[in-house]
């Protein structure tokens, strides 16, 4: 049946070409960022190639241009066939929407929501449209075969698309911990429905599964952390992390809910985030403060402080100094790595001892900062590849979980609508603190998702598959291949085409790794 499909689709698009002459189409990597004014390079695949593990989400895009307008384009995707005929797929596509940026006279590629029908292509503007496949983790390896159809009113157009699965399956759990701000007061706010009400919870429900099914574990359970209600979430093998706030709560009430936390086998994932980036006297009195609380109600609690810099009250004092013994997990601003003299090995010798390695980095790293430019973050303006070396390089240092402080700091104070105005606090920090879109906009009564946040993805199964290189091929196997794509910080792989070729050679290798193991089973 596959081959059937194949040659069908070569027939079809060698007798449609001429056709649809004044459609040009071409295949691109998810790790790129399609500009309205892009067009296809030489040899620009017309066939979609993609591979994934079992229990990933695997995404390429499809680019679409044309020299005069064309009204209602329409683009599908068939099942994609398992070996032997065996076993379906089934694709998901999203219509890659724009939005503008400060000083920008073109708009950047950003929402993703679902492709819901035809639709018209501009002249001389080019429109991608997302493609993602979930291979779960039951399906069997080998190579997934279907066809891509762009139709019109002057023709049709078929291309081969093919998923090759390897025989491995990353893990329900992801390999790197994620701490990541979710506003669920933003959520109400743009979606127009009264805070606490019913349909509220219901939104913040869909928002955080949102997230976690994209590998990202957010700071707050949608519900009472004290209440039945949160036992399916805290139950989750897909959370990393979650937050334990303290609120107005007495030590008596707090402790009340460790306890139960600890019962209940779900303290360990569990963290106080009360103090936010230290700088002042009074900031560290309340760091010192607070941790005394906890840890007097329970030990082994961990406390999170990100932290940029160093006290600014008394100059022969360093953050750690002031830190140590009081906070569980360390969380240190991606630039404090390389400005503070001796801090990697230091995180390294914590490590060691127990204590856990986060990082962040958002904030000051624009790429109109010339200075900073180099180093990667989240902002909408930087490339796709920002976003995903970004795990590479957590990977290399040896840090264990990534925070982001927000993904729906969307406020009306701030912006009447994201989709219009990326801008939620300074006029350079484009798409700062979010990484969702409210859904209503375009008729979804729930979250719409980022290209930021599908590529953040990829760099968190890129993690699950180093980590799982240092498992399975030899311990600090995975540094090989980091040290061709994450040199150091500012040094890294741009080209997401030689990152994919990375990453295939580490999945061949893991999958003939597990296949060996399981003969000796």
């Known amino acids: 049946m596959a081959a059937a499909i194949l040659a069908a689709a070569a027939l079809a698009g060698s007798a449609s070409f001429a056709a649809a002459a004044e459609i040009t189409v071409w295949f691109a990597p998810s790790a790129l960022k399609i500009k309205r004014d892009a067009r296809p390079v030489p040899a620009a695949p017309l066939r979609g190639d993609i591979a994934a593990a079992r229990n990933e989400a695997e995404s390429c895009q499809l680019a679409l241009r044309a020299d005069i307008a064309v009204r209602s384009v329409a683009v599908s995707v068939s099942d994609l066939v398992g070996p032997g005929g065996r076993g379906y797929l089934r694709p998901s596509l999203y219509k890659v929407e724009y939005v503008p940026i400060w000083e920008e006279k073109e708009p950047f590629p950003d929402p993703l929501p679902p ?257 900073r430019a180099p180093y990667n973050n989240l902002d909408i303006p930087l490339s ?46 484009c798409g700062d603190g979010m990484l969702l879109y409210p859904g209503n906009k375009v008729g979804i009564d729930g979250p719409v998702g980022s290209l930021r946040l599908e590529v953040l993805r990829d760099g968190l199964e890129d993690f699950d598959y180093l980590a799982l290189a240092d498992q399975r091929l030899e311990p600090n196997a995975s540094r090989a291949f980091i040290a061709r794509v994450a040199r150091t910080l500012t040094d890294y792989e741009r080209d997401p085409l030689k990152l994919e070729a990375v990453r295939r050679e580490l999945g061949a290798a893991l999958e003939k790794a597990t296949a060996e193991k399981r003969k000796t089973l």
């Open 115 to 371: 492709l819901r029908g035809p639709f018209d292509l501009e002249a001389g503007r080019t429109q991608p449209v997302w493609i993602t496949v979930r291979v779960p983790a039951e399906a069997a390896p080998g190579d997934y075969q279907g066809v891509v159809t762009v139709a019109s009113a002057s023709g049709t157009r078929r291309l081969p698309f093919k998923l090759h699965v390897w025989d491995f399956a990353l893990p329900v759990t992801p390999s790197s911990q994620t701490a990541f701000g979710l506003d669920y007061s933003g959520i109400a706010e743009f979606h127009d429905v009264e805070p606490g009400s019913a349909r509220a919870q219901a939104l913040n429900r869909k928002y955080y599964e949102f997230l976690l099914d994209h590998r990202v574990s957010p700071y707050n359970l949608p519900v009472d952390l004290a209440s039945d209600e949160a036992v399916p979430y805290l139950d989750d093998p897909r959370m990393t992390s979650y937050n334990i706030p303290i609120g107005t709560k007495s030590d008596a009430e707090l402790k009340l809910l460790v306890q139960r936390l600890i019962a209940g086998g779900w303290f360990a994932k569990g963290y106080f985030y009360e103090v936010d980036e230290p700088i002042t006297k009074a900031a560290f009195d309340a760091l010192v403060a607070v941790s005394g609380r906890i840890r007097a109600i329970e030990p082994r609690s961990r406390m999170v402080t990100p932290f940029w810099g160093n006290p600014d009250f008394d100059k022969t004092l360093r953050s750690k100094d002031v830190m140590l013994g009081r906070v569980g997990i360390w969380c240190p601003h991606l630039l404090y790595m390389e400005s503070e003299p001796g801090f990697p090995r230091f995180l390294l010798d914590r490590r060691n001892a127990g204590d856990t390695i986060w990082w962040y980095n958002c904030g000051g790293l624009e790429k109109w900062d010339d200075e």
């Open 384 to 429: 796709a590849m920002s976003c995903r070396v970004l795990l590479w390089q957590q990977r290399r240092f040896g840090l264990q979980g990534l925070l982001y402080w927000n993904t729906t700091y969307w406020h009306k104070k701030y912006t009447p609508d994201p989709w219009v105005n990326t801008v939620m606090l300074e006029p350079r920090k």
